[in-house]
């Protein structure tokens, strides 16, 4: 992972009845790195560990969750200490280069969780980087959806002159001499195709003919002369 420590020492630990240090899982040089994982403790948690592996068989020997409140002290220049609640560790460096490394990288981690900002339960940056891209899809699909909206066309309101009706009425149709009146009904608006001309108002109303003049019918008993 970039940005880990990783340092080779022989991992130590503190023996109360003697007073003194001695060598954790046999002793040996091992390969020791801090980083960010899950221990195996049980609680799954990401947070910053100390991990020691010994390079002769690659055997775990070192285990340490990096918290608030870590003692560190340094002995002499390639040898250091820390003390975690009850327990207690130490590394004896192969080179003060190894040791100025080491304590440098955990100092940094410990500034940080005083600070507050960062934490077991934190996430890591290719996490945080797998929420940010969920949200700009989120956000683009949003944004997708919207423009695809602004981009139907809005519905659109055509007036015709087709859509009234038409009504064609022949001069022939009217009787001018009968007597029974011819009831059309006639719309309130002709319209004419073009090539027909538009009736007039005189041939759609015609005048009523004159009555006939009546004859005059003698009196009875009347006589002429």
């Given at each position: 992972?970039?940005?880990?420590?990783?340092?080779?020492?022989?991992?130590?630990?503190?023996?109360?009845?003697?007073?003194?240090?001695?060598?954790?899982?046999?002793?040996?040089?091992?390969?020791?790195?801090?980083?960010?994982?899950?221990?195996?403790?049980?609680?799954?948690?990401?947070?910053?560990?100390?991990?020691?592996?010994?390079?002769?068989?690659?055997?775990?020997?070192?285990?340490?969750?990096?918290?608030r409140g870590l003692v560190y002290?340094?002995?002499?220049?390639?040898?250091?200490?820390?003390?975690?609640?009850?327990?207690?560790?130490?590394?004896?460096?192969?080179?003060?280069?190894?040791?100025?490394?080491?304590?440098?990288?955990?100092?940094?981690?410990?500034?940080?969780?005083?600070?507050?900002?960062?934490?077991?339960?934190?996430?890591?940056?290719?996490?945080?980087?797998?929420?940010?891209?969920?949200?700009?899809?989120?956000?683009?699909?949003?944004?997708?959806?919207?423009?695809?909206?602004?981009?139907?066309?809005?519905?659109?309101?055509?007036?015709?002159?087709?859509?009234?009706?038409?009504?064609?009425?022949?001069?022939?149709?009217?009787?001018?001499?009968?007597?029974?009146?011819?009831?059309?009904?006639?719309?309130?608006?002709?319209?004419?195709?073009?090539?027909?001309?538009?009736?007039?108002?005189?041939?759609?109303?015609?005048?009523?003919?004159?009555?006939?003049?009546?004859?005059?019918?003698?009196?009875?008993?009347?006589?002429?002369?």
């Open positions: 992972m970039e940005g880990d420590v990783r340092v080779r020492a022989v991992v130590m630990t503190r023996d109360d009845s003697s007073g003194g240090w001695v060598p954790l899982g046999g002793g040996g040089l091992s390969h020791v790195v801090i980083c960010k994982g899950r221990s195996h403790d049980g609680r799954g948690r990401r947070e910053y560990i100390i991990r020691g592996e010994r390079l002769r068989d690659r055997a775990p020997v070192l285990e340490c969750a990096v918290q002290n340094k002995v002499n220049p390639i040898f250091h200490h820390w003390r975690v609640e009850d327990r207690k560790f130490g590394l004896t460096f192969q080179s003060p280069a190894d040791a100025i490394s080491f304590e440098n990288g955990l100092q940094t981690i410990i500034d940080k969780l005083d600070r507050g900002s960062d934490s077991p339960s934190s996430s890591t940056p290719e996490e945080a980087d797998t929420e940010d891209d969920g949200q700009a899809s989120h956000t683009g699909s949003e944004s997708s959806s919207n423009s695809r909206k602004e981009m139907l066309p809005k519905p659109i309101t055509i007036v015709t002159s087709e859509s009234s009706s038409t009504c064609f009425v022949r001069p022939e149709e009217f009787s001018f001499g009968s007597s029974h009146g011819v009831t059309t009904q006639t719309p309130a608006q002709i319209h004419s195709r073009p090539g027909l001309h538009q009736l007039s108002q005189a041939v759609l109303n015609p005048p009523a003919p004159p009555p006939p003049p009546t004859a005059l019918q003698p009196a009875e008993g009347a006589t002429f002369s």
